[in-house]
């Protein structure tokens, strides 16, 4: 079954410490994005990629670092993670149109 | 981008009919509308798009309004599975189509 699969789940880190969230889809699509969600708020966009090799800056892009390394595969990396950064990420693929599939989040916590 | 205005909650018992109400005054041309919801600890899921009119499918039923600045969800007979956020995203159909998620309405489902 096509999905999104993001790894860790769940992760601790101290802060200033270096963190890759990975993401996997197998939905065939070209598009990938990573969220992140606060409470008291939706998601919202960091970065996005429509293809291996590609970037595009998002709208809180700040202290966030993405690589498209293969169309399956999307990693946002925290180079020097801080307490701000603590939240649930999701990562996304689409086809560019309607069929738009989010993985189940990692939720992180930045000490 | 448009940008949406929800209520932040609403409540409903089991059984009833939910109508989830979206304005979004400065929509294009280009744009379409989108509904997920949200349950917690999930990605959001897609549940519904439309351009104009009247659209069903067997999730739910999208009414929207003939100068398309207001869209209505409506869940007919929700159960304690709908409880969930559900957010009214407008968005042009090409490109790179980012979601752009707002607050959302928060549905609490009584038994």
């Known amino acids: 079954e096509a999905a999104v699969t993001q790894s860790p789940r769940n992760k601790v880190t101290v802060t200033g410490g270096n963190v890759t969230l990975s993401c996997r889809q197998t939905n065939s699509h070209n598009y990938m994005y990573w969220y992140r969600q606060d409470t008291g708020h939706g998601l919202r966009l960091i970065h996005y990629s429509y293809g291996a090799g590609n970037l595009q800056i998002g709208d809180v892009p700040d202290g966030y670092k993405a690589t498209r390394t293969t169309q399956e595969d999307f990693f946002l990396l925290l180079e020097l993670a801080s307490p701000s950064q603590t939240s649930l990420y999701f990562c996304?693929?689409?086809?560019?149109?309607?069929?738009?599939?989010f993985g189940s989040g990692t939720r992180l916590l930045v000490i | 981008l448009a940008k949406t205005t929800q209520p932040p909650s609403m409540e409903a018992y089991e059984g009833q009919e939910v109508n989830v109400s979206c304005s979004h005054t400065n929509i294009a041309t280009s744009e379409y509308i989108y509904w997920y919801r949200q349950v917690p600890h999930q990605g959001p899921q897609f549940i519904i798009q439309?351009?104009?009119d009247y659209v069903v499918n067997e999730v739910a039923s999208l009414f929207i309004s003939a100068d398309r600045k207001l869209s209505t969800l409506s869940l007919p007979w929700v159960s304690l599975r709908d409880a969930a956020v559900y957010y009214c995203i407008v968005t042009a159909s090409s490109g790179s189509w980012q979601l752009i998620f707002g607050s959302g309405t928060q549905l609490t489902v009584m038994p």
């Open positions: 439309g351009y104009k």
């Open positions: 996304a693929s689409s086809d560019g149109g309607s069929d738009y599939t």
